[in-house]
């Protein structure tokens, strides 16, 4: 049997365990990517980037090829619960305020090109079967390849992540009360109840006859079909729900012709799949040298298209703590901030996620579709829109780091900035980042010539005509200040503490 030494295992090829590759390839560290299907399948799944992810997957030059893939569409704002009503993340001031749909296979090609560019290698066909671990490190055992020793390992291996059910570990939650169908189709013959084009969500949503289905255009014949039963949840079947299960043809066509009546006539069918909507998350996202990110860490219903996000962005968090400790260059507990930073971020989706369920319900008692109509009425109250687009653009997030300042342990609007020498040069905060390295942002000039830096930390001179909210701003990695100031002659000790806290020692 082969055997491979590495730095970092990542088991899971998905946008994830993609993510975390290309991040650590950046940092300079040598990881290996398993993954069991042999080749990547075109299911589309998650169906959409957030505003939130867009700008990060800018701050590393992946949102253009990305954006060249994206499926044409008129600009329309996310939702909530599928209720009529766009929500508008103007105020949010990003240059990206809506949703970009890609297909995640998409996504993951542009994501592994990237990894690959950087040295990691993807071994397919390559299912993790056994997992040791001990205080040096972990060695994964692959069904039919290599055995693989490395010095942490991050289990992104989704939903049904085999790491967490070696390791033993709970999976706290619901299980799922109904169950849908996903399934990629072309249509040969339509009816005017078909939508056209890739609007809003409430506009692909629609009910008939015992179903209720969402299908969006793809381009000429393609659509993407999710369905499922309305009426309670039967809970008999749901205990046996397999979702393995082939979905059959006769299903797809039943649920087609109850909503969008007999005119609409089945062609070929690329992918189908079954999915439940079950709500659960691990308790701990480290265990020893083993990390959990994506959907291996945390499950909920497909509604709003969360997961993907998520996943992504518990990537950027984790990638530069990860590459930090690695290298020995990472302030105490910066690995465990991984956990600390993003279990609260994937416990509040599970919680609108959870209410969206309510208000999305198919099948709505009086009482629920009382609630959605005041939830609509709220939606179109400026206020309210801003905050539910905040949380579902992922633009609201923001992490309790330490420091007094306002912008503290948030995201800064990608500004244009002007640089030195003389202000000649243009550029956008967004651009700073391609090293993965984090950025001081001097908006004055006013810091010492011979502050002492660590590598990982570049030292930007810069003006911006529109302000930041600070004169001067530590920006780690991913994005997020973990130190500002509007004091010109702040105290230095105040920024050399933020950076051994926070960035690197
Ligand atoms: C119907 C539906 C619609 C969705 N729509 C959206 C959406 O619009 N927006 C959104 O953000 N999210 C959406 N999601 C969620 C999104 O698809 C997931 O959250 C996302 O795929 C999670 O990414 P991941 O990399 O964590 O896990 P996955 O994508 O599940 O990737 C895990 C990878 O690990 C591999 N693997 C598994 N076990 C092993 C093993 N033992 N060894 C090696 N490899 C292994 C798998 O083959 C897979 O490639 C949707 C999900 C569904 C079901």
Redesign the pocket.
Known sequence: MTEIETEVVI???????LTLAGELALAGVEAVV????PERTRQM????IQPRTAEMLELRGLLEPLQARATSREPVGGHFATLPVPLDCTPWQTRHPFPIAIP?WEIEEVLEERAAEGGIRVLRD???TAVEADDDGVAVATADGPRVRARYLVA????HS?VRKLLGLPFPGRPGTHRAV?ADIELTSVSPLVPRDLGHMSALTRQGDGYWAMLAPLGGDRYRL?FGRTGPADEATLTDFDRDAPVRRDEITDALRAVYGPETSLGAVTHASR?SDATRQLEQYRVGRILFA???AHIHP?LG???????IQDAFNLGWKLAATLQGRAPTALLDSYHDERHPVAAQVLHHTSAQRVLADPHPTEDVAALRDIVIDLLRLPDANRHIAGLMSGLSLHYPLPGAHPLTGHRLPDADLRTAPNGAGTTRLSALFASGHAVLLDLTGALPSDLRLPPVIDLVRATCADGLGATTVLIRPDGYVCWATSDPTADMDELRAAITGSIAK
Do not use: S, W
């Open positions: 088991v899971g090829a998905g946008p994830t365990g398993l993954e069991k299907l799944k998650g169906g959409g995640q390559a299912a993790a992104c291996d989704g939903g085999t996903l999710t999915f994506g959907d291996a497909p298209g969360q997961g993907l996000n998520l996943g």
